[in-house]
């Protein structure tokens, strides 16, 4: 991947989609950080069907930390995994009081000692909701980095390296953005639509899938 071939294609993209706003629904970095804990593993639609009434109930970190476990189970059961999610997502309100002085940290090394936060999570909140350069890869992001021709590894921190080395930070926030509805759209893990695809002049995946 050149520079230049990469932004062709953040142009096309931006281009054809353009501004692109998470699809989870918050207000602010509490509800952003608890609702990211709770995406793991299933749908952002899923965890927006919670999260009205968690927050509702539980409206920052020092009630959520003060929560009981069954109380707040029986809320976001719906999403899955909800016992250790519960765990976590109390465990990491805790946490911001006890380790980070009631404010939650906006730097990677900080972010993901916090129960339930990986490297994307952390990229999630330190680019959508501090607007500061990270490049969060899920499982969209990874898919497209590889057919395009970003990146050849199917490691998560891999892919990052790969695209953060060759995109401007300001860009990092953008292209998770772009490269998610991207992937939900059309680049589709299973069936992509490459006939309609935007940037498939530039795609390694459709050159190797149509080549003779
Ligand atoms: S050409 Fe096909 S594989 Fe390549 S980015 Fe577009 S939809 Fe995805």
Same mark, same amino acid.
């Not at 309100?93 to 730097?107: A, Q, T």
């Not at 980095?145 to 921190?157: E, H, I, V």
């Not at 695209?163 to 490269?179: A, E, G, M, V």
């Given at each position: 991947?050149?520079?230049?071939?990469?932004?062709?294609?953040?142009?096309?993209?931006?281009?054809?989609?353009? =501004?692109?706003?998470? =699809?989870?629904?918050?207000?602010?970095? &509490?509800?952003? /950080?608890?609702? $990211?804990?709770?995406?793991?593993?299933?749908?952002?639609?899923?965890?927006? #069907?919670? /999260?009205?009434?968690?927050?509702?109930?539980?409206?920052?970190?020092?009630?959520?930390?003060?929560?009981?476990?069954?109380? $707040?189970?029986?809320?976001?059961?719906?999403?899955?995994?909800?016992? /250790?999610?519960?765990?976590? %997502?109390?465990?990491?309100?805790?946490?911001?009081?006890?380790?980070?002085?009631?404010?939650?940290? =906006?730097?990677?090394?900080?972010?993901?000692?916090?129960?339930?936060?990986?490297?994307?999570?952390?990229?999630?909140? %330190?680019? %959508? #909701?501090?607007?500061?350069?990270?490049?969060?890869?899920?499982?969209?992001?990874?898919?497209?980095?590889?057919?395009? #021709?970003?990146?050849?590894?199917?490691?998560? =921190?891999?892919?990052?390296?790969?695209?953060?080395?060759?995109?401007?930070?300001?860009?990092?926030?953008?292209?998770?953005?772009?490269?998610?509805?991207?992937?939900?759209?059309?680049?589709?893990?299973?069936?992509?639509?490459?006939?309609?695809?935007?940037?498939?002049?530039?795609?390694?995946? &459709?050159?190797?899938?149509?080549?003779?």
């Amino acid at each position: 991947m050149t520079k230049g071939r990469s932004d062709k294609i953040l142009s096309l993209l931006y281009g054809y989609y353009g =501004d692109t706003v998470p =699809d989870l629904n918050f207000r602010n970095i &509490y509800e952003l /950080t608890i609702s $990211v804990v709770l995406s793991a593993q299933t749908t952002d639609k899923q965890v927006n #069907g919670v /999260t009205k009434q968690l927050f509702e109930k539980y409206p920052d970190f020092r009630s959520l930390s003060e929560a009981d476990y069954s109380e $707040v189970e029986k809320i976001v059961k719906s999403t899955g995994f909800f016992r /250790t999610k519960t765990k976590n %997502i109390i465990a990491l309100s805790r946490m911001v009081f006890s380790k980070f002085g009631g404010e939650l940290p =906006d730097n990677m090394e900080s972010l993901i000692e916090l129960p339930g936060v990986g490297r994307k999570s952390a990229n999630v909140i %330190i680019s %959508i #909701g501090y607007d500061k350069p990270g490049l969060a890869v899920d499982t969209h992001v990874s898919r497209i980095a590889n057919r395009l #021709g970003y990146s050849s590894s199917k490691s998560p =921190d891999v892919i990052e390296k790969d695209l953060c080395s060759i995109i401007n930070p300001s860009d990092w926030k953008k292209t998770h953005l772009l490269f998610i509805k991207h992937g939900r759209i059309i680049c589709k893990a299973r069936h992509p639509e490459c006939g309609i695809c935007p940037v498939s002049k530039q795609c390694n995946y &459709y050159k190797e899938n149509t080549a003779i």
